[in-house]
């Protein structure tokens, strides 16, 4: 399974943005798609979750209400629309696929993308 994820960038603190993942390779072999992100000096943080049948969800706390994850199956894409973004969402953002369930940990995740990089400026 390959990952590539887009639509990093910068973005004013109120502002908001969307990214993309588009999976390839998935044939059926992944159950949950998935967002972290890391900022500079910082592990890498959950962010969001889905199934691909977009019936589970889950969210980490700092951008629930805020952040809202979807998944697109005929493009075999997950999205990340960030609304009211603050200058504490600066992170580098990458999408991972779970093979089995709904995580929320780094190693429920089993495929990594590489990160789009979003800065919120004050």
């Known amino acids: 399974v390959q990952l590539q994820a887009s639509g990093g960038g910068l973005v004013q603190a109120g502002g908001s943005l969307r990214l993309s993942c588009v999976a390839s390779?998935?044939?059926?072999?992944?159950?949950?798609m998935g967002w972290f992100r890391q900022a500079p000096g910082l592990e890498r943080e959950f962010v969001a979750a889905?199934?691909?049948?977009?019936?589970?969800?889950s969210y980490g706390n700092s951008v629930k209400g805020r952040f809202t994850i979807s998944i697109d199956n005929a493009k075999n894409t997950v999205n990340l629309l960030m609304n009211s973004l603050n200058i504490e969402d600066t992170a580098v953002y990458y999408c991972?696929?779970?093979?089995?369930?709904?995580?929320?940990?780094?190693?429920?995740?089993?495929?990594w993308g590489q990160g789009t990089l979003v800065t919120v400026s004050s």
């Open positions: 889905t199934t691909w049948s977009g019936t589970l969800r």
């Open positions: 390779g998935r044939s059926g072999s992944t159950y949950s």
């Open positions: 991972a696929a779970g093979r089995y369930g709904l995580g929320r940990e780094l190693h429920d995740f089993h495929f």
